[in-house]
């Protein structure tokens, strides 16, 4: 006799299926290496806990901000390791060339 699994579950193992899916598609590439398929199942995973809290969020439950914020970060980083995003950068009096006059005035005045 076959074990039906919660609706849920199914629902979760689909989302998580499309997210690696999608994240392998913008590699660019047929076959993703052995280390970008680790790779892009952490940035599934992470996707999860944090579509889970901003879920919950939407839903005016409470979350623990610290770990979604944790959540966040590593998802980001582990993105930037696969070339997905870039990294952020901060930016100085030398970038203010590339920048709008307003921008850049408030950066001078710091």
């Known amino acids: 006799m076959m074990r039906q699994l919660p609706a849920r579950r199914l629902e979760l193992g ?36 944090c579509e889970r809290d901003e879920e919950a969020v939407a839903n005016g439950d409470p979350i623990d901000q610290d770990n979604y914020r944790r959540n966040v970060a ?12 870039k990294k952020a950068r901060d930016v ?6 590339f920048i709008d006059q307003h921008t850049a005035a408030l950066i001078d005045a710091d």
């Open 14 to 49: 689909r989302r998580y299926r499309n997210i690696f899916n999608d994240l392998a598609r913008q590699i660019g590439r047929a076959e993703p290496a052995p280390s970008e398929v680790q790779m892009l199942r952490r940035a599934a995973t992470l996707a999860l806990f």
């Open 74 to 85: 590593a998802l980001k980083q582990v993105l930037v390791a696969l070339g997905l995003a």
């Open 92 to 97: 100085t009096k030398a970038d203010s060339r």
